[in-house]
């Protein structure tokens, strides 16, 4: 247990539907951040929380929505996603960012399939 | 691009050999990062190196930094079936983070 956690596990939907991920981190943390996974793809950092503030957006679609209630929940409204969008969503969390990253922890993931 | 390439994309050893995964980059760095990851998990943190380091150990791991080769290896000594993943390397320059594609490893008992 990396003190990450995420849910749901796996989840399948089609285009029309509206899901959400969401992410809990029970380490003291001040920064979260979404991550997509695809097959034989590099690990995309999708956004960055920093004290609740969002600090990336890495051109990420509008179909992808991101919340931060507080420092230690984050999450990742989804509606009309496409097939293309399936991957494993990664959540992660680190004390501080900006200037040079620490040490990330990882959520297990949020294995999602678009039909 | 800042981001790393792991090299190779796949290695297959034997339990008790030793594994080795190199990391090249083309920009400046303030520190790099590998990461392991079990099939379908998230990602486990392994070592940090600084800019300024060379040589760092964590148990059977140690990681090298060639700054002026851009480039960063990861020795996995005396391998075990549940060393069994792939690992990542991670670049990280003011506020960027960028991992690489990964070299899957196997390690057959």
């Known amino acids: 247990e990396t003190g990450v956690t995420q849910t749901p596990r796996h989840l399948v939907m089609g285009m029309t539907n509206k899901k959400s991920l969401k992410c809990e981190q029970h380490l003291g943390h001040n920064a979260m951040y979404w991550y997509k996974q695809s097959a034989k793809k590099p690990l995309e950092l999708m956004f960055v929380y920093n004290f609740k503030e969002q600090t990336e957006n890495n051109s990420v679609p509008s179909r992808f929505s991101p919340e931060c209630p507080n420092s230690s929940h984050l999450f990742l409204h989804l509606h009309t996603l496409q097939p293309e969008d399936s991957a494993l969503y990664l959540c992660?969390?680190?004390?501080?960012?900006?200037?040079?990253?620490?040490?990330?922890?990882f959520g297990p993931g949020t294995r999602l399939t678009v039909l | 691009s800042q981001q790393g390439e792991e090299d190779p994309q796949a290695l297959s050893i034997q339990e008790g050999e030793n594994a080795t995964m190199n990391c090249s980059y083309k920009?400046?760095?303030?520190?790099l990062q590998w990461y392991r990851q079990n099939s379908g998990r998230g990602l486990v943190h392994l070592i940090l190196?600084?800019?300024?380091?060379r040589e760092k150990h964590s148990g059977r791991l140690r990681v090298t930094l060639d700054t002026s080769k851009k480039s960063s290896s990861l020795l996995i000594t005396a391998s075990r079936a549940a060393d069994t993943a792939s690992y990542f390397c991670?670049?990280?320059?003011?506020?960027?983070?960028?991992f690489g594609a990964g070299t899957r490893l196997t390690v057959k008992p």
């Open positions: 920009t400046s760095i303030n520190n």
């Open positions: 991670a670049t990280v320059f003011n506020n960027d983070m960028r």
């Open positions: 992660a969390s680190s004390q501080g960012s900006g200037g040079s990253y620490n040490e990330q922890f």
């Open positions: 190196i600084r800019s300024n380091e």
